[in-house]
């Protein structure tokens, strides 16, 4: 059986461009005994991958060229060699920029044949959302009444976390670009406040919204300067959650910007602590109970942007990283 794939062609200098990607068509064997054939329903445009392109492992190992392009997506299954699948079966795992996929059932997670949203499982009920989840709870330990900080807040990760901590019972300041991003975050999202990114007085904004005594966690998806604003607005014990740090992804590592402001850590007991998702892969199903209840019942919002099939990858990848995608930026590959 044949299946089209989008593969790595050449490492990207600075930002991708879709010449670093080549679409290709290749055979696929028929599914060995415990293994199952997957049909790719939605791919996603992952800016985390960005970093595994080099070639350098980050928590995940680098690509090599020649490799499907990397990524969560949902899926169906085919046929079933597998003592725990089925055909017809809905499926996320990591099945990355291809029209197939065949699997050895590792990492997978079952999608309830009843959900809200079949999509929402390439994004806020993958990933995107879970890295929300534990990082809100688990890493930043946000209680009710506390204020949230959380950069690129309009993503997928950022707008969910601001999500859940009004859901917990706290408020979010959001940090996002543009005044649709703005619109949305406060009037369907709930936030109590966003800040253009592009604010020259962004710190004053920050602790302006923060009110007396600062906020209390800041969730960062970017790093650069917008994390040296935000140091600016924690109070006495603040936590930071480092999500991710897109602002540097394209730069080469001895071009990556850091925060300069480690003194404040001293006077406000500041903590920082990194986050990798996969390190809560077994309470994944206790997530997505969650969220998979809050969006039924309407309290947790969420975009999409979705492209028409594989091809169209590369060039919503690229400008994803530009910052142009608003939402999770996702390929259907099939209905
Ligand atoms: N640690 C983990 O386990 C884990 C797992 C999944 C994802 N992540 C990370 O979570 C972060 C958010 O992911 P996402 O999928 O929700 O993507 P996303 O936030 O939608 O990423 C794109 C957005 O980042 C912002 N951005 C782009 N360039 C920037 C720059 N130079 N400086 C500041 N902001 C910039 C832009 O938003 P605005 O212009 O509106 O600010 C842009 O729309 C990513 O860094 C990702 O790698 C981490």
Redesign the pocket.
């Known amino acids: 059986m044949t299946s089209a794939h989008v593969v790595l062609a050449r490492r990207p200098q600075g930002a991708p461009v879709p010449e670093d990607f080549r679409l290709e068509t290749r055979e696929l064997p028929a599914p060995r005994e415990g293994q199952l054939l997957v049909e790719v329903l939605f791919a996603t445009a ?3 991958s960005r970093n595994r392109m080099g070639g350098d492992a980050s928590y995940a190992r680098g690509m090599r060229l020649g490799e499907t392009m990397e990524g969560p997506a949902v899926g169906r299954v085919l046929v079933s060699n597998h003592p725990e699948w089925r055909q017809g079966d809905l499926v996320t795992g990591a099945f990355g920029w291809a029209e197939r996929a065949l699997s050895s059932g590792r990492g997978l997670r079952r999608i309830p044949a009843r959900t809200p949203s079949l999509s929402a499982w390439a994004g806020i009920l993958n ?2 959302g879970l ?1 929300a989840y534990f990082g809100l709870r688990d890493v930043a330990g946000f209680k009710p009444g506390e204020t949230l900080i959380v ?2 807040a ?5 707008a969910t976390a601001g999500q859940i901590a009004r859901l917990m019972g706290g408020r979010a300041i959001g ?4 005044a649709e ?1 703005k619109r949305w975050l406060l009037e369907e999202a709930g936030f109590a406040a966003v800040i253009d ?1 592009s604010a020259p007085d962004l710190a004053d904004a920050l602790i302006a919204a923060a009110g007396e005594g600062g906020a209390q966690v800041y969730f960062d ?2 790093g ?1 300067p ?1 994390l040296d604003a935000a140091i600016r607005a924690l109070g006495q014990r603040g936590r930071i959650v480092v ?5 540097d992804y394209n730069r080469p590592d001895g071009e990556r910007s850091g925060t300069r402001r480690v003194h404040e850590f001293i006077g406000k007991r500041l903590r920082m602590e990194g ?3 996969f390190d809560y892969a077994e309470r994944f199903g206790e997530a997505e109970r969650e969220i998979e209840g809050w969006i039924a019942d309407g309290r947790l919002k969420f975009r999409e942007h979705i492209v028409d099939g594989l091809a169209a990858l590369p060039a919503l990848f690229c400008a ?2 530009r ?1 142009e ?1 608003f939402g ?1 930026a996702l390929a259907k590959v099939a209905s």
Not at 154 to 158: D, F, L, Q
Not at 243 to 247: E, F, H, L, V
């Open positions: 992952n800016p985390g990933l995107p890295t950069s690129s309009a993503g997928p990760v950022g940090i996002a670009s543009g991003r990114r998806n970017v650069g917008v999500s991710g740090q897109i602002a986050m990798v998702v994803q990283l910052g995608i999770r």
